[in-house]
């Protein structure tokens, strides 16, 4: 290879998206029509693909963050990683037992109302209600939780006592809560690139495909262990207690493959979304989840992105079975402009070591805001800059979000922000350009005005540059065989003979492999008798 080229692994291309908070005014439209589109049926009612937490605050479910009591996401022991959940020894001891899942009341009693006894009441004196009852049961209910009771503070400060992130901060930043800044944070499946929700399903249900990268759940195979539950750390993965399935969210793939946008970011009010291919390489993520200190998984995630205006890169994506259009689409990625060029979009707790691929630009407004209520000039680079450090929500809370606890990639994106603001106030109001402001933040005038075009004036086609799909054949993977990562060597997955759920009755895929046939689907098994297969072995196995 000559000097200075870049050396390339395998490369692999995912459909990724960037949230840009600014924008974010809590209205959920993107939680009810994903609902309405993807869990509107029974055995969902508590669901929702994408919901919106107010921060601080304890989110939804209640305190998913706290994995020391949930034991989500991958740890480090011996410089390997291991679902923190426990390895197959354990999890096997907790198969019909799993102690380490979310109740309902942990998400919430989902609830509606009497309207029958409101609209059919007798008259009479007394004014008829619509008293609450469970969407579970029917019953008569209290409404003492909901998806984001969070929501404009109304939780108050004995509820935002129990935010994670919160809890780990000093207790004068929590004395003074009443004063933070809050802020709407919008979420759904990270879609990650280390998923620890796949490797720790017992019966290989869940997978993420090759061609797009896109996390889903095999509905036939899934036998409603629930590891995956217990295993993402977002807690992002639902069971249906109707079906008996566990269910995620899809990233709208029948609408991606079509080369368009997710429902969630189609009705988006504030147009914060943003959706796009990255090109990365594979070979690279077990390597980079694996880093020692938590603070550099930012680093190391940005480091297994691969620049697609790179000649070498673009090679390398087209032997690896890249269609072209797929490669011009990441040269024109908003996602990959906003992570990696720009660098202004950061990963939801990147310390649970999954490699999330849903980032977001942190919110900047406060800052404005606060300094014009005290008489200064929001706008003014130099003032602007060093407010940042005084941000009403410190810069702190942000990191423990965003990069595992370090400050410098959080300001450092601030700051950006910052000077865009303050460059296209002197663009726009005809002053003269200060090139010194561009200069502060390591950016140029041309990359500070392409910056505000895409977070400020870009229109549809700019913000979802999604190409239509394709069947990924990679030398010697099968596209049938589940996660695309689940190779030999693959980053945090097992072998795929690992331990699997028996298969069910009638005829199996062939991805169920010749190691299941002859076993007994205890799921099936009425307790009565000894099952054909219980035993392996002898005339019994096939």
Request: with cysteine.
């Amino acid at each position: 290879m000559p000097q200075g080229e870049t050396k390339v692994g395998r490369v692999m291309a995912q459909v990724a998206m960037v949230m840009n908070l600014d924008k974010c005014i809590g209205c959920h439209t993107c939680s009810v029509t994903c609902k309405q589109t993807w869990t509107n049926r029974s055995g969902t009612e508590y669901v929702w693909f994408n919901n919106v937490e107010t921060r601080p605050g304890q989110g939804y479910p209640r305190s998913y963050e706290d994995q020391d009591r949930w034991k989500g996401g991958w740890r480090l022991k011996h410089g390997r990683l291991v679902p923190r959940s426990g390895g197959r020894a354990r999890r096997l001891a907790r198969l019909f037992a799993n102690p380490e899942l979310p109740s309902l009341d942990d998400y919430y009693q989902p609830w509606t109302y009497d309207y029958e006894n409101l609209i059919g009441a007798p008259l009479g004196d007394d004014v008829p209600t619509a008293p609450p009852r469970s969407l579970i049961d029917g019953r008569p209910t209290r409404v003492t939780w909901g998806p984001n009771w969070d929501d404009d503070l109304g939780g108050g400060p004995e509820h935002i006592a129990g935010d994670p992130v919160l809890r780990r901060m000093n207790e004068q930043v929590r004395l003074e809560y009443e004063q933070a800044f809050m802020f709407y944070l919008p979420r759904i499946c990270e879609h990650c690139l280390n998923p620890s929700c796949v490797a720790v399903c017992p019966s290989g249900a869940l997978y993420k495909r090759i061609e797009d990268g896109i996390v889903l759940v095999d509905q036939d195979r899934c036998r409603g262990w629930r590891m995956c539950v217990t295993g993402c750390p977002y807690k992002k993965v639902y069971f249906n207690h109707a079906t008996g399935k566990a269910e995620k969210c899809t990233m709208c793939y029948p609408r991606i493959e079509a080369g368009q946008p997710t429902v969630c970011s189609e009705t988006c009010v504030g147009r914060l979304r943003y959706l796009g291919v990255v090109l990365y390489d594979a070979d690279r993520v077990g390597e980079a989840a694996a880093t020692a200190d938590e603070r550099d998984l930012y680093e190391a995630q940005l480091g297994c992105f691969l620049d697609p205006e790179d000649p070498v890169v673009r090679r390398a994506a087209e032997d690896a079975g890249i269609p072209h259009d797929w490669i011009t689409a990441a040269r024109r990625s908003p996602v990959h402009a906003l992570i990696s060029r720009h660098r202004v979009a950061l990963p939801l707790h990147p310390e649970y070591r999954t490699m999330p691929m849903v980032w977001y630009v942190p919110p900047l407004s406060p800052v404005v805001e606060s300094l014009t209520a005290t008489g200064h000039d929001g706008e003014d680079p130099a003032k602007l800059f060093a407010a940042i450090d005084s941000l009403r929500i410190p810069l702190e809370y942000l990191a423990g979000l965003f990069t595992a606890g370090d400050v410098a990639p959080v300001e450092a994106a601030l700051c950006r922000l910052a000077a865009m603001r303050s460059h296209m106030r002197r663009v726009n109001l005809g002053e003269e350009q200060d090139p010194a402001i561009a200069r502060s933040v390591g950016m140029d005038a041309a990359g500070i005005e392409a910056m505000y075009r895409l977070l400020a004036l870009a229109k549809y086609d700019e913000r979802y540059v999604i190409p239509t799909s394709y069947t990924a054949e990679l030398p010697g993977d099968d596209a049938d065989a589940g996660c695309g990562l689940d190779g030999h060597g693959g980053p945090g997955m097992y072998a795929p003979d690992t331990f699997h759920a028996p298969p069910g009755p009638g005829p199996q895929p062939e991805h169920a492999g010749a190691s299941l046939r002859g076993r007994v689907n205890l799921l099936n098994w009425n307790g009565r008798g000894r099952p054909d297969g219980l035993f392996p072995g002898g005339e019994e196995r096939t």
